[in-house]
């Protein structure tokens, strides 16, 4: 069973680019939710996506956005990068339903804001 | 609003010895309560859930966890710390998002150095 796929592991780019990265959950999961982790913050949640609707939101600028696809598939958009943008950005797939039962993360894209 | 405390933000243990990692969490309603475990450069791993079931929760690498109501605490613990424990320890707690789903909150994280 493949895992949580995400692309492109590594990112490089420059202040005021924009930037999409991609998430390919488990096959089954409908939900799949977006984490930025860096050293200060922690681990910060961005946005949950269920069946293509976003389910639930972080407390992150209109600059963050993202989208899930039918097949479940997400991405996730950062417009108008800044230095501070620079982190992991993990994407978790879970199969909740009725019950939550913990996530699936990916290996995550390292965005680097230069 | 949910909220996790994770007590000690590095952790040192001998090999072999008794490793315990502190969690505190608030919620407004029985919660979920997890452990993951993220090494270098990974995604995080999930160690074990609390889904009600059982106040003694036991997951993967001989993790177990107890949940304690009276003192909103879900401490990990291991009896016999390997080498390749080493690594970052979150925890975490869930509940219903205001639109349906779970939202889920993470603890600052502790690290775990183990000393041959």
């Known amino acids: 069973k493949a895992g949580v796929t995400q692309t492109p592991r590594y990112l490089i780019k420059t202040r005021g680019q924009q930037v999409t990265l991609s998430c390919s959950p488990i096959?089954?999961?409908?939900?799949v939710s977006w984490y930025q982790q860096t050293p200060g913050q922690g681990l910060q949640f961005l946005f949950e996506?269920?069946?293509?609707?976003?389910?639930n939101k972080g407390n992150f600028p209109g600059r963050f956005s993202g989208r899930q696809f039918s097949n479940s598939r997400s991405e996730m958009n950062v417009s108008t990068l800044e230095l501070g943008d620079s982190a992991l950005y993990l994407c978790?797939?879970?199969?909740?339903?009725?019950?939550?039962?913990?996530?699936?993360f990916g290996s995550g894209t390292r965005l680097t804001v230069v | 609003a949910q909220s996790v405390t994770q007590l000690g933000s590095h952790v040192s243990v001998s090999e072999g010895a008794l490793v315990l990692l502190r969690c505190n969490y608030s919620s407004s309603v029985p919660p979920y309560l997890f452990w993951y475990v993220q090494y270098p450069n990974q995604g995080l791993q999930l160690l074990l859930k609390y889904t009600s079931a059982a106040t003694l929760v036991k997951g993967i690498n001989g993790f177990e966890a107890e949940f304690k109501k009276s003192e909103t605490s879900f401490h990990l613990t291991k009896p016999s710390a390997h080498m390749s424990d080493a690594a970052e320890y979150f925890c975490a707690v869930s509940d219903r998002g205001g639109t349906g789903g779970f939202k889920t909150i993470f603890g600052a994280g502790t690290r775990l150095f183990v000393k041959a």
């Open positions: 096959s089954g999961h409908r939900s």
């Open positions: 996506y269920f069946s293509e609707t976003q389910r």
């Open positions: 978790a797939s879970s199969s909740q339903g009725v019950a939550n039962y913990g996530y699936t």
